[in-house]
């Protein structure tokens, strides 16, 4: 449980630079690794119109190795990962379009200028004009009011007549941008990424590259019957790079860290992470993100200028704006992308199950994250300081979608699932290692520190 962890790339946005690089999680659960030939070779064409025909063809098992080299199991316990991991870089389902990310420090400067001129003419006036202002406010207060009240009626009518209805979800979305802004930035992004991994991109003829592609294929495949899925060319890139990642660019353009290929205990779980992925670029989150935190930001220079012109001194000012940003971040920013997340969570888990995956392995997916978390005793920090869910909650939402999955997965005809189910695997292990753990730490009790136990993790 030992070893070295370095910081990730940054995902474009300062405040969401925390995906630690690790040497990679491995599952504990020692449980049969089905290959996808079992997973996949069964399906069928559904007489509904909800599932669409898979390829048919075999995919190799997820126990891989670089080319060349045999098979290697994945271990029952080598942990080592970060408390912040997720799929999906912290902001990327959020890029702003180009112009604004130059124009944005412009807008914040020109409030700032502003209330501070209104503060110091304010202040320069003579005791009488000031009098003589304050009484014409009071009455012209209706007046005043009215223009207020107009105002606000004009980002209320902006707000509801930007609404668009979500594929596949059918929610309400603000969308301010075109996509069009967007399919240029996802190009200068791609063109970003493969700059920075063009050493590391591993060849097509490598095992792990031939799994993601077949992975994504059979879940394209498998959804064609959705407009949004058919219209993207998938384009797979495996980077050769320790970091449990994965992240789908809006153009289709899929990236996958060997990290995430080491953490995944087999096909289900990798299947069920991309498909939440393509989830993203197929809701199109990253329009629906920019457009909120674009409006936000335009109702943010109202109140700057007002805490600039209101606060008496400078160093109150920036006591203010700081406040106001974090407000905005804590109660809109963060609990969107929260909700965006489980909502690609949602969508992606329908994606796994029209491609006969079993799905009840996706939660037992973000039940070994929070162990291994536990394990190495990294503190605990509420999930409102996060703009993912924390892993306990997303194991939990998964686990109330299950049974509609099932149904969805039952209707398309799917294999039905044998063995046991791998959340009860899970729970039996955990039993096991607790047994375990309690009986190696009673002989020695005398010679190891309590607040720091030597756990041996055995194969179960």
Known sequence: LSGNVRNCFLTGNPDCCRNIIGRGLRCFLDVPHTSVQEVYRNAHHSSRRLCSQPQGEKIPSLQISSAGQPPRPFPAWSIQINRSFHTSPSLQAAPVPLFWILVKPAQKLFAIILGRSIRKWWKALPPNKRELLKESARKNKWKILLGVSSLGVVFVMFYFTHLEETPI???????????????????????????????????????????????????????????????????????????????VLPNGQVFVFTGLLDAVSDIHQLSFILGHEIAHAVLEHAVKKASLVHFLDFLSLIFLTMIWAICPRDSLAVVGQWIQSRLQEFMFDRPYSRTLEAEADKVGLQFAAKACVDVRASSVFWQQMELAETIQGQPKLPEWLSTHPSHENRAEHLDRLIPEALKIRESCNCPSLSGPDPRLIFRLNMQHLLESSKGREAPNSTKQDPSKPKLDFPHT
Do not use: C
Not at 180 to 191: A, I, P, V, W
Not at 227 to 243: C, F, R, T
């Open 169 to 247: 979800t059918g929610r309400a979305r603000l969308l301010v941008f075109g996509k069009e802004h967007f399919r240029e930035l996802s190009q200068m992004e791609y063109d970003m990424w493969m700059e920075q991994f063009k050493n590391q991109m591993l060849p097509e003829t490598d095992a792990r590259y031939r799994v993601v592609e077949k992975v994504v294929g059979h879940l394209s495949e498998s959804n064609k019957d959705i407009p949004q899925v058919s219209a993207l060319e998938w384009v797979i890139h495996v980077v050769d790079e320790p970091g449990v990642n994965a992240f």
